[in-house]
């Protein structure tokens, strides 16, 4: 079996293996916890702002398709975190980005007392706005979210 290495523009290694491509980087950050969906969101929301992130929206998934579509769904949110300095800091560079903002995590139900917290992987999603310009940002706030979440 030969494995070969590719060196991106962002430094990543991607191996192709029999064909197929696996990157060393996930598009997440997640981690288990032994609690209620409501009391993971109130961690993770005081670890954000620990980092100086607030939450600035949260959609109820289970009463949105309840609501909607008349369909029972587990307990799932999705907060929207948001650092304005770093939010005005990548607007400025790209006015598009913000289609990739805010820096959403999930919080939802896995049963038996357990619930799944996790969050997106900034330096994934803005890579592929081609910006280089974004590169750093990217890295600094990728950092921070593993780090939240590892801090659960």
């Known amino acids: 079996m030969h494995i070969y ?3 991106n523009k962002w430094t990543e290694f991607w191996f192709y293996i029999k064909g197929l ?3 060393e980087m996930n ?3 997640a981690k288990t916890l032994n609690c209620t969906v409501e009391e993971a969101v ?3 929301t005081a670890e954000l702002k620990v980092h100086g992130f607030g939450i ?3 959609i109820n998934v289970q ?3 309840k609501e909607k579509l ?3 769904f587990k307990k799932y949110r999705i907060l929207g975190a948001c650092k304005p300095a770093y939010a005005h800091q990548v607007l400025s560079k790209d006015s ?3 289609l990739l903002l805010p820096c959403n995590v999930i919080v939802y139900d896995l049963g038996d007392g357990k619930t799944e917290v996790a969050a997106i992987n900034p330096k994934v999603s803005l890579e592929r706005t081609g910006n280089d310009e974004l590169k750093e940002f990217a890295c600094e706030v990728t950092e921070i979210m593993d780090k939240v979440i590892k801090a659960l």
Do not use: C, N, P, S
């Open 96 to 98: 598009k980005v913000g």
């Open 63 to 65: 009463d949105t398709f």
């Open 5 to 7: 290495i590719i060196l």
């Open 21 to 23: 491509i696996f990157t």
């Open 42 to 44: 109130e961690k993770v």
């Open 27 to 29: 598009y997440y950050f």
């Open 56 to 58: 600035i929206t949260q």
């Open 70 to 72: 008349g369909v029972d």
